[in-house]
């Protein structure tokens, strides 16, 4: 089992483009969080999703920013016309939605320049 | 609105000293809590949660609700200790967690 796996690993936008990070649960998990981490800071929940749902988003801004978890393939984070604040490791965790244990990737680390 | 502090960002000890990293949160229902840590160059993962009771590496952490706490200790630090720890809280239905901001652990020879 591979884990958690998400890419890319590091990804430089300019201003006002677009970011996809995508993130591939561990087998068997149909249960998908994001978190993000800005820099000297913890961990802040963003979105929790199951297969083809959002659950909570809560943790979302309100513009710019979006998720999803389609019936095939990844989850996707999207933010739309990036800015220099959006600079940060953007975590996925994924779980059985059984045990309350959650399995983290490794993150993606955006950059804007 | 749960929250959870860590008022300790960094902290050193000496191999063989105890070692006790502070956790308080908020939170008005019955919370789950749980520490995860991240060793250098490895992903987040759990160390152990209150329900567990259990020791994992040595480090145990007890739930004091009266103090909303959930510190957690080592009597005897070991180098392989050193890493970042995070203390995080679930609540409610959506089992989404809620992360102190971290303290980074230190273990000197």
């Known amino acids: 089992n591979a884990g958690v796996m998400q890419n890319p690993r590091h990804l430089v936008r300019r201003r006002g483009q677009e970011a996809r990070l995508r993130c591939s649960p561990m087998?068997?998990?149909?249960?998908v969080y994001w978190y993000r981490q800005l820099p000297e800071e913890g961990l802040k929940f963003m979105v929790y999703?199951?297969?083809?749902?959002?659950?909570?988003e809560s943790g979302m801004p309100k513009e710019r920013f979006s998720a999803e978890f389609p019936k095939e393939g990844p989850s996707i984070l999207r933010i739309q016309q990036v800015v220099r604040g959006d600079s940060a490791a953007y975590f996925c965790?994924?779980?059985?939605?059984?045990?309350?244990?959650?399995?983290f990737g490794e993150g993606s680390r955006l950059t804007v320049l | 609105a749960q929250r959870v502090t860590q008022p300790e960002k960094l902290l050193s000890v000496f191999k063989g000293a105890p070692v006790e990293l502070k956790c308080n949160y908020s939170?008005?229902?019955?919370?789950?809590l749980f520490w995860y840590v991240q060793y250098s160059r490895q992903r987040l993962q759990l160390l152990l949660r209150?329900?567990s009771r259990e020791s994992i590496k040595g480090f145990t952490a007890d739930l004091n609700k009266g103090e909303t706490s959930f510190h957690l200790k080592k009597p005897f630090a070991q180098e392989e200790d050193s890493a970042m720890y995070y203390c995080?809280?679930?609540?409610?239905?959506?089992?989404?967690?809620?992360f102190g901001s971290g303290t980074q652990l230190t273990v000197l020879p």
């Open positions: 965790a994924s779980s059985n939605g059984n045990t309350g244990e959650l399995f």
């Open positions: 087998k068997g998990h149909s249960h």
């Open positions: 939170y008005s229902g019955s919370p789950e």
């Open positions: 209150h329900i």
């Open positions: 999703l199951q297969k083809e749902n959002i659950i909570d």
């Open positions: 995080a809280l679930e609540g409610g239905s959506a089992r989404q967690l809620t």
